[in-house]
């Protein structure tokens, strides 16, 4: 075997890399999957690892981060480490369920095969479909390589005007799944559509994203970007249509357009809204009329970005919480021992606190405590609380904001959707309970991958009259911040069982 190559395995999956002897663990890892939210900055703690074998070296990164307990113990930073000898790591992060929808498309009766593609800025899905009666034929899921240079879309333009390649990372990545898909096809692909938010539209065109990097966010490259397959190096027919759907703005992308089409707001006769809930947090609410739309920087919280104990939902995850009698009772993912709490556990938590009356409205913890606990070791600490205070506060004031706009009221709502793996795990009691959705119970739905069962409708049929769009800029808007501040607090009472709720004035 070369020497000047070294094996790392990956635990619990068992996986093994090779690299050389010196090389940085950063690159093979994100290859599997492993995230690095600050983009290898050392700062954020979400690339740690556990070594059970060999040893890497502690560098200040690491003190800064990890207890001296945790250092004895063998945690370290992987975006810091470099393999000198041979490892073995223990990593659970990339144990992640990637949102699919398995639902068959409207049948178009066209021959040949198509394929949907939902370019999430964390996960990748994409599903063959048969154009003639719109069945699923098969799926491929797996992780946005660019993950490497960080978990958020601001990390992701800093990397390419730093000049990253992420355009040809993600093409490769995509050419592979669509390679894979297509292989052994009686039936040639001829459609294959994308959709994704506007970052990632622009990072896998090729364009500029500058424009997004500051103040007022407006790009001239919003619209449809077309390929032919020996532009991306897929291996398709030279026939084979290749389209990016358009954004509608902002930080609105086209995988909220894929979610109006999914949702049928477009087509309605009564106002419904969609709501995407992620660290840019959009808004669309309309009819076949007239639909407005925004994005909102949410933050992480939702993702348990910058929560103290948060992590991502996998395995040790505190993804559920409830209140039984006189305690509160946790879900785990893995039925393991607790060691961490993800986005939907976070938002059932501070619920289950505001009933109990260990949080108070203020979002302070109640009795002057430091801590409110939640199960075996995890806490969360008041700044946790504020965090996701500022995520709720600044999705119900864009809310707010689009109603006015369209001088109506949340009662006129007849339907609310959630979109994306937050929206589909969150209890949607807990997120009325602490305020982030201003509505009553029985019109919101958990929807979904609606940006992959949108873009499945799209494949074969024309994209809705861009004219009903309306992008409304929540930074420019000068009752957002008022709104904002408004929606900090958490309702002082429990109003899952209301029936209507009054909408702000027009």
């Known amino acids: 075997m070369n020497t000047d190559m070294v094996k790392v395995r990956l635990e619990p999956l068992s996986v093994e890399v090779f690299l050389p002897r010196g090389a940085e663990l950063i690159g093979s890892l994100a290859e599997h999957g492993v995230e690095f939210p600050c983009g290898g900055t050392g700062v954020c ?7 059970l074998a060999g040893s890497l070296a502690i560098n200040l990164a690491d003190r800064e981060v990890f207890s001296s ?24 992060q990339w144990q992640m369920h990637v949102l699919a929808d398995g639902s068959a498309t409207v049948a178009h009766g066209k ?23 719109g069945t699923v034929l098969s799926v491929e899921t ?32 995509l050419g592979a799944m669509v390679a894979r898909l297509a292989r052994g096809r009686e039936v040639e ?3 294959v559509l994308l959709v994704g938010n506007t970052v990632m539209h622009h990072l896998f065109a090729g364009c500029d994203v500058g424009p997004l990097s500051h103040v007022p966010f407006a790009s001239p490259h919003l619209g449809t970007q077309s390929f032919a397959p020996d532009e991306l190096g897929w291996m398709l027919p030279a026939g084979c249509r290749i389209r990016f759907a358009p954004c509608l703005g902002g930080f609105v992308g086209s995988d909220i357009l894929a979610g109006i089409v999914a949702t049928g707001m477009a087509g309605s006769d009564e106002l419904v809204a969609l709501v995407d809930l992620g660290t840019n947090g959009e808004i669309a609410i309309g009819d076949r009329n007239r639909i407005v739309c925004a994005s909102t920087a949410a933050g992480p919280a939702f993702e348990a970005g910058a929560i103290r104990m948060g992590m991502r939902a996998v395995t040790g995850a505190i993804s559920h919480v409830a209140q039984v009698g006189d305690e509160l009772r946790s879900t785990v993912i893995g039925d393991v021992e607790p060691r961490g709490i993800c986005g939907s556990g976070l938002v059932d938590a501070v619920a289950a606190g505001l009933r109990n009356g260990a ?33 709720k506060g600044a999705i119900a004031a864009g809310f707010r904001i689009l109603l006015r706009k369209l001088g109506a009221q949340m009662g006129a709502i007849r339907k609310v959707y959630l979109a994306g793996a937050f929206g589909n795990y969150v209890q949607i009691e807990s997120a009325i309970r602490i305020g982030l959705i201003e ?3 029985a019109v919101i739905h958990a929807a979904g991958n609606t940006a992959l069962r949108g873009a499945k409708n799209l494949l074969a049929t024309e ?31 429990d109003l899952t069982d209301s029936i209507s709720f009054p909408g702000p004035a027009a």
Not at 69 to 92: D, F, P, T, Y
Not at 122 to 131: E, N
């Open 463 to 493: 994209e809705p009259r861009l004219t009903i769009f309306e992008h409304i800029s929540l930074a420019a808007n000068p009752r957002f911040q008022d709104e904002f501040v408004d929606c900090m607090g958490f309702p002082a009472h």
């Open 142 to 173: 797996e992780l946005n390589p660019q993950a490497r240079f960080g978990s958020d879309v601001m990390s992701r333009i800093q990397a390419a005007l730093d000049g990253r390649d992420l355009t040809g990372m993600v093409r490769s990545a």
């Open 189 to 191: 692909v001829v459609d």
């Open 111 to 133: 021959h040949g095969l198509g394929i949907a593609i939902d370019l999430g800025t964390t996960t990748i899905a994409a599903q063959m479909v048969d154009l003639k009666d």
């Open 45 to 51: 703690g979400g690339c740690s690892v556990r070594v």
């Open 439 to 441: 509505a009553p119970r």
């Open 359 to 391: 949080i108070l409205p203020s979002g302070r913890i109640a009795d002057g405590a430091k801590v409110y606990r939640v199960a075996g070791p995890v806490v969360l600490y008041q700044s946790d609380i504020r965090e996701l205070q500022l995520a």
């Open 69 to 92: 307990a945790e250092i004895e113990s063998g945690w370290r930073l992987a975006c810091q480490a470099r393999a000198q000898e041979g490892l073995v790591l223990h990593c659970e």
